[in-house]
């Protein structure tokens, strides 16, 4: 799936800025039907002039209504940018939901350390395991800082003692520690939270 870069993002924020809001469209292509507050009547009073000269539209949100007068160029203008800021949304989500993103999220922080659980996968199961794993590494990992792997199992096993800068040579060698894990090896009750405890040993980890 396509990445979209930091400028298309930005882009359509941009976008979003250029007045793409419902009340900034409206106030482009018409504007608001006025009512002011009559002393006289003791009550508020809209103007009648427009009714029947514009096609109107009544906003639910606040039941405001605005008269219509952008011509069809201004009109077609709009709908392109709309239709422009929904392309990049559709990009952007099937982007966040594919690949290991689809797994793990999205990693936003720089430094982090991956906890494995297997618990008690059978190899069948493990090996599956093992390939996302190797996705997230491979896909996400490569794009922060630092990185380390913890296997929460009878016998704790850290791939480095402490998180370790990201290069093309650290993450395959991450992958290539992954696997040879044994799968025979369970998860004690206890090795989880140990895992986690060693985890949060290292000061420079933000997750």
Request: proline share 3%; glycine share 4%; aromatic share 8%.
């Amino acid at each position: 799936q396509p990445l979209i870069s930091s400028s298309e993002w930005l882009q359509l924020h941009g976008l979003k800025r250029n007045k793409l809001s419902l009340p900034q469209i409206l106030s482009q292509i018409g504007f608001q039907h006025r009512q002011d507050y009559v002393t006289t009547l003791g009550k508020l009073v809209a103007s009648r002039y427009a009714d029947g000269l514009f096609p109107q539209y009544k906003r639910v949100q606040d039941g405001s209504v605005y008269n219509l007068t952008a011509k069809k160029e201004l009109i077609l203008h709009v709908v392109d940018c709309l239709m422009e800021a929904i392309e990049l949304y559709k990009q952007r989500m099937e982007w966040l939901t594919s690949e290991s993103r689809q797994i793990f999220g999205v990693i936003q922080e720089q430094c982090i350390v991956i906890v494995t659980d297997f618990g008690t996968a059978t190899p069948t199961e493990f090996d599956p395991c093992r390939d996302a794993l190797s996705m997230v590494l491979e896909e996400q990992v490569t794009q922060i800082a630092k990185f380390n792997l913890i296997w929460a199992a009878q016998d704790l096993r850290k791939w480095q003692q402490k998180s370790t800068p990201v290069s093309e040579h650290t993450v395959k060698s991450a992958v290539t520690w992954l696997w040879k894990l044994d799968p025979m090896t369970a998860a004690s009750r206890s090795s989880s939270a140990e895992a986690l405890l060693e985890a949060m040993s290292d000061e420079a980890v933000s997750s």
